[in-house]
Each structure stands twice: as C-alpha cells, then as structure tokens.
C-alpha cells in the first residue's frame, strides 16, 4: 500500500493525527483488491469547511472521490465510503465475470425470449430527495427511481399508504 497526503491551506489543524486518521481508515480498503493500490489524498480547508479528495489507482482501474464537510474527518470518512463503494462494484465485477465464464455448459439456464418479459437499461437522473418528490408528483407515476445527490446511492421514492413518502435505497 502506497499512501500520499497532501494538505492545502490547513493551519490550525493537527496534520500528524490527521495523516495518521486517513492512513488508518485507508488501510480498510486494502481487502478490495489483491494488486497494490496506491492512495493520493488531498485534503483541503476554505472558510471553515474542509474537503477531501481520494484518488486510488490499482489494476485497470482509477477510482476517485470527493467529500466536503464542516469536519476534516468527517470528510475523510465521507471519501473512503464512497471509494469502498465503487471498489466493492469492481470486485463483485471481475469476481462475476470469473463465475460466469467457467460455469460448465450444463450448468447455465437457457432463458427462452417467451420468460422474458422485456429488459431496458435505464439511466437514472441525479437528484436531491426535495428534487425527486417534486418530479414524481409531477409525473403522478407510482414511483421514481433516482440517484441520490448527496449520498451518490441509487433510490427508489413512492408514497406509503398514509400519506407520506418512503425512499429505499438499493
């Protein structure tokens, strides 16, 4: 594991316990992927409000991610979630494609056109959560499938019985 933090504009902060927070935290993103990754975190303050940027590269891949926040290892914890994210994706990626590609041929289900309803690929808008409520009450449609803004997670809005409206988040 390769680690390099740089610090721009952050007077009046530990730097030592800092460094050694994200190293730590850094350290739990090791068990996504069996090749060496190599961290550059950038960690930056402007008017009382710290951001935080990772930039992993490992394999074939480069993940980065950013955070802002009133606290700096707020921000930190904010950025490693996002990156252990997008590394669990790439994971459960290349460790499917391995199952799928040495599945013995008796082994996969034939899927006849008739089981199959209809399947499209959908992009999903990025919104906030006030965003997507005024859109589905817009588009009176039963539910609205969104990707939330603030969290970058896939959800899925609809009114409950009462009243009120219920996100899950998938």
């Given at each position: 594991?390769?680690?390099?933090?740089?610090?721009?504009?952050?007077?009046?902060?530990?730097?030592?316990?800092?460094?050694?927070?994200?190293?730590?935290?850094?350290?739990?993103?090791?068990?996504?992927?069996?090749?060496?990754?190599?961290?550059?975190?950038?960690?930056?303050?402007?008017?009382?409000?710290?951001?935080?940027?990772?930039?992993?590269?490992?394999?074939?891949?480069?993940?980065?991610?950013?955070?802002?926040?009133?606290?700096?290892?707020?921000?930190?914890?904010?950025?490693?979630?996002?990156?252990?994210?997008?590394?669990?994706?790439?994971?459960?990626?290349?460790?499917?494609?391995?199952?799928?590609?040495?599945?013995?041929?008796?082994?996969?289900?034939?899927?006849?056109?008739?089981?199959?309803?209809?399947?499209?690929?959908?992009?999903?808008?990025?919104?906030?959560?006030?965003?997507?409520?005024?859109?589905?009450?817009?588009?009176?449609a039963g539910?609205?499938?969104?990707?939330?803004?603030?969290?970058?997670?896939?959800?899925?809005?609809?009114?409950t019985k009462?009243?009120?409206?219920?996100?899950?988040?998938?």
């Amino acid at each position: 594991m390769e680690v390099s933090i740089d610090f721009r504009d952050t007077k009046g902060i530990d730097l030592r316990k800092i460094e050694d927070y994200a190293k730590k935290k850094l350290k739990s993103l090791e068990r996504y992927s069996k090749k060496g990754l190599v961290f550059h975190v950038v960690i930056s303050a402007q008017k009382g409000r710290y951001s935080s940027e990772i930039i992993i590269n490992g394999g074939n891949h480069t993940i980065q991610s950013k955070a802002e926040t009133t606290e700096v290892k707020l921000a930190i914890d904010q950025c490693i979630d996002k990156a252990k994210r997008q590394l669990v994706k790439i994971k459960e990626k290349v460790s499917n494609h391995k199952k799928i590609q040495h599945l013995p041929e008796a082994l996969v289900e034939k899927v006849s056109p008739e089981k199959v309803i209809r399947k499209r690929k959908v992009d999903l808008p990025f919104l906030s959560i006030s965003q997507a409520k005024e859109e589905l009450l817009a588009k009176k449609a039963g539910f609205l499938l969104f990707i939330d803004s603030e969290r970058e997670e896939r959800c899925l809005l609809h009114p409950t019985k009462d009243g009120k409206y219920e996100i899950l988040v998938f």
